[in-house]
Each structure stands twice: as C-alpha cells, then as structure tokens.
C-alpha cells in the first residue's frame, strides 16, 4: 500500500521552472550554467484489438517512447558537454576504452524551491548525446549571449519520490 495521503497546507503556489540544478552521472556539484531543459515525456502506443464475438473494440498497452531532452547553456570554459558529444566520435576511431565509458550517462535534475532546497528529482537513464551545437549564430547586431546545446536520447526516466519539500521554519 502506497503512502498516506497529506498535502502541504502551507504551500500556495506552484513550484517555479527556472529553479533547478541538473547533475550528469554521480557528480555532486551540478552542471555549469544550465539555462534550460526541455520537457519530460513519454508516450505509450495503442493496440486496438477485438475480442471473438464481442462488438467492443478493447486498447491495450504497448510500446512506450521517451522523447529527447534538451539541455542548453551560455558558453563557458567548462567542456563537459563537448566531451560527451564527442565520445562516439572518438569510438568510431578505435579509442573505445574511455569513448566508451563516456557514452552514456545518467543525468539527475532537481527543481528547488524558494530556499533552493530540492523538492523533485528526476532521473534520466542511459542517456546520450545524439545532437550538440558548440556555439549558436554569431551576429554583431544582435544583444544575445552564446548558447551551447546537447540533446539527449534516453531509456526512460523516473520521478524520485524519496523526497519531499522540507518543512519552512
């Protein structure tokens, strides 16, 4: 049997979406200057099937698709991403040893609250990176900064319930 239900009587609002820390593998310091992540989403196919004699067409559950994440940042100094992005690169030309290691990863983001405590975290499984841009347009009329985006195909990813808003003093 699940949890008991409670709700946060203290709590109004919604949680903001620019607070939030993504971490690759078991680092414990997070990425450097993520700006944003896209969506989570899955989808599930339909099958439509008929039972004999029977004039109700029934759906069950099949194949399940995870859709690719996102993640984007100012340029920095920091070559995290351009590593991974280059790991199957490097594979392709017979480095396999660490190549490899590097290919997949699991990736953890976690939205915190006012007081920048997490309150969700979710992760990623078996990710890696099928798209990455190192630098966006360059533009001399225009007032942007410089973006580096990966994006990420995965296996799946899963709400960690293990944790909870901590109560506010």
């Known amino acids: 049997m699940g949890k008991p239900f409670s709700v946060n009587t203290s709590r109004f609002d919604p949680y ?14 997070p990425v450097a200057g993520i700006s944003k992540v896209t969506g989570l989403k899955r989808s599930s196919d339909v099958i439509e099937y008929k039972q004999g004699g029977d004039m109700i067409i029934r759906k069950g559950l099949g194949r399940t698709k995870y859709e690719p994440v996102t993640l984007e940042r100012g340029l920095t100094h920091d070559t995290d991403f351009e590593v991974w992005a280059n790991a199957p690169q490097l594979l392709d030309k017979g480095a396999a040893g ?5 290919l997949r990863k699991q990736v953890r983001i976690e939205l915190l609250n ?6 969700h975290r979710y992760i990623l499984h078996r990710c890696w990176v099928s798209e990455y841009q190192s630098l966006a347009d360059l533009d001399a009329g225009a007032n942007a900064i410089a973006i580096e985006h990966i994006k990420l195909e995965h296996e799946g990813w899963e709400h960690d319930l293990s944790l909870s808003e901590p109560t506010e003093r």
């Open 16 to 29: 903001k979406t620019f607070r939030f820390l993504v971490y690759l593998d078991t680092a414990t310091t």
């Open 98 to 102: 660490q190549s490899l290691k590097n």
């Open 114 to 119: 006012e007081a920048g405590q997490p309150v």
